[in-house]
């Protein structure tokens, strides 16, 4: 079902660090996972993307992995900029009556210079 | 890369008023369309499906009197939130589908009812 979050939980990591950023999902039925960065005041921004048949994909300086046994999936951001600050959300695609994209509750990213 | 747009950025009405907000996607078809509402410091909660020619899908909770959607092309859908009230602000964020597993978000709209 559809996640709130009531409180972002933050994470703070110094520039240049890696990080990595946790997210629970619900449905074990979902096959289709995306990882969306929002900035203030803008809409949800398209990081990076990965199949159920998949445990790992990379990107440019992201990785996301997924563990369907314990339903978790993670970014990791390599060498952590301060443009990288904002909330990141973990999001499924769950299929009810046509596939519709649930948001998981976030997490707030501060770069620390 | 695609490319939806939303309009307006932001709005400020008075209570008892209707407000419009408009989804476009531009530089493809979207056969699936998605309104998301968003409380500051919360996530993205969807509140309707729409696909073009058919009525909107609403999820739990949303009232569709008040929140009237209208996916007439397969360009275009709108929102329209009836009889606003100050418990209506909210950011509004849209989100279109072609034919992938991927959507396209909008850049919101901040609508402020005072």
């Known amino acids: 079902g559809e996640s709130v979050g009531l409180h972002l939980p933050t994470l703070s990591v110094q520039e240049g660090d890696n990080s990595i950023i946790n997210c629970a999902y619900s449905?074990?039925?979902?096959?289709?996972f995306i990882w969306y960065k929002q900035e203030s005041g803008k809409g949800p921004q398209f990081i990076i993307d990965?199949?159920?048949?998949?445990d790992k994909r990379q990107g440019q300086r992201v990785t996301v992995l997924l563990n369907k046994t314990v339903k978790h999936l993670s970014l990791q951001i390599a060498a952590t900029q301060p443009g990288d600050s904002a909330v990141y959300f973990c999001?499924?695609?769950?299929?009810?009556?046509?596939?519709?994209?649930?948001f998981g509750a976030g997490t707030r990213l501060f770069v620390k210079a | 890369g695609a490319v939806v747009s939303q309009h307006p950025s932001w709005v400020i009405c008075k209570s008892g008023t209707s407000v419009k907000i408009e989804c476009r996607s531009l530089?493809?078809?979207?056969?699936?369309m998605f309104w998301y509402r968003q409380f500051p410091k919360q996530s993205l909660m969807l509140m309707a499906t729409?696909?073009?020619?058919?009525?909107?899908?609403?999820e739990q909770g949303v009232e569709k009197d008040k929140f009237l959607i209208n996916h007439a092309s397969l360009t275009l859908s709108t929102l329209t939130v009836t009889s606003a009230h100050p418990e209506d602000s909210s950011f509004y964020i849209c989100?279109?589908?072609?034919?992938?597993?991927?959507?396209?978000f909008g850049q919101g709209t901040r609508l402020t009812v005072v």
């Open positions: 989100s279109a589908r072609e034919s992938s597993l991927r959507a396209f």
């Open positions: 449905n074990s039925a979902s096959d289709y």
């Open positions: 990965i199949r159920s048949n998949m």
């Open positions: 999001a499924e695609n769950i299929f009810s009556g046509g596939f519709k994209t649930i």
């Open positions: 530089d493809f078809q979207a056969t699936t």
């Open positions: 729409s696909n073009e020619g058919s009525k909107a899908t609403y």
